[in-house]
């Protein structure tokens, strides 16, 4: 079946604009991820989305990220008023349960802040 | 604080060759670790996934082992073929105390298999 698929694949945005990232996670998977993969760092958590319970905010950098998951399924990870040091990978990953179970990643969008 | 270090940062071998990856970590109340292979421009792949009570598990060519005690896990890549080449990450999962569970990526090894 479809894989993770996140969109765009690559965004180049000026500073100070706002950006949205799309992930649509394999069908039927109940858990949902955003990283970031910033070049030489390792993935850092970002939000976690576990069925219909309260997401998982805590790695959220600041208030200018914001995620949804609408229906249980597609969500969008927002970045407001981007900054040079947002520009990185953005991975999403889905999951049948919560993170003991092999998470599933997209191929990323490779945002860029100039 | 929970970390996952891994080494080398890279590595370079002739196809053909093994070779060794490492993975320290301080996570705890431990639950599981991991190993993801990505490739360039790709999202991670799950190579192998271990919890407390499994010593070594293999995926093919790679063997992965962990030992609990000392914090420590290897992934071993027999044979190394030219699409070995990507970076390797340890991932170390922890379990919170509302019983779900906290992954720390490690920043991976990176290695390069040539001809």
């Known amino acids: 079946g479809a894989g993770v698929s996140q969109s765009p694949s690559n965004k180049v945005t000026e500073k100070g604009k706002d950006v949205e990232l799309r992930c649509d996670p394999i069908?039927?998977?109940?858990?949902l991820y955003w990283y970031r993969q910033s070049l030489g760092q390792g993935l850092e958590f970002l939000i976690y989305?576990?069925?219909?319970?309260?997401?998982?905010k805590s790695g959220l950098p600041s208030d200018r990220f914001s995620a949804e998951r609408t229906g249980g399924s597609v969500s969008t990870l927002t970045i407001q008023r981007t900054q040079q040091e947002d520009s990185a990978v953005y991975l999403c990953?889905?999951?049948?349960?919560?993170?003991?179970?092999?998470?599933?990643f997209g191929p990323g969008t490779r945002l860029t802040v100039t | 604080k929970n970390q996952v270090e891994q080494s080398p940062q890279s590595l370079i071998i002739l196809e053909g060759k093994n070779c060794t990856l490492q993975?320290?970590?301080?996570?705890?109340?431990?639950?599981?670790l991991r190993w993801y292979k990505q490739d360039t421009g790709r999202g991670p792949v799950s190579l192998t996934i271990?919890?407390?009570?499994?010593n070594t598990k293999s995926n093919g060519r790679y063997t992965a082992t962990l030992d609990a005690d000392t914090k420590q896990s290897s992934l071993h890549i027999t044979a190394s073929q030219l699409s070995d080449s990507a970076s390797y990450i340890c991932?170390?999962?922890?379990?919170?105390?509302?019983?779900?569970?906290?992954?720390?990526f490690g920043t991976g090894t990176r290695l390069t298999i040539i001809p």
């Open positions: 990953a889905s999951s049948w349960g919560g993170a003991s179970h092999e998470q599933y």
């Open positions: 069908s039927g998977h109940t858990a």
């Open positions: 989305f576990q069925g219909n319970s309260a997401p998982d």
């Open positions: 993975c320290n970590y301080t996570v705890s109340p431990f639950s599981n």
């Open positions: 271990m919890t407390f009570s499994e």
């Open positions: 991932v170390v999962s922890a379990r919170s105390n509302f019983g779900n569970e906290k992954l720390t």
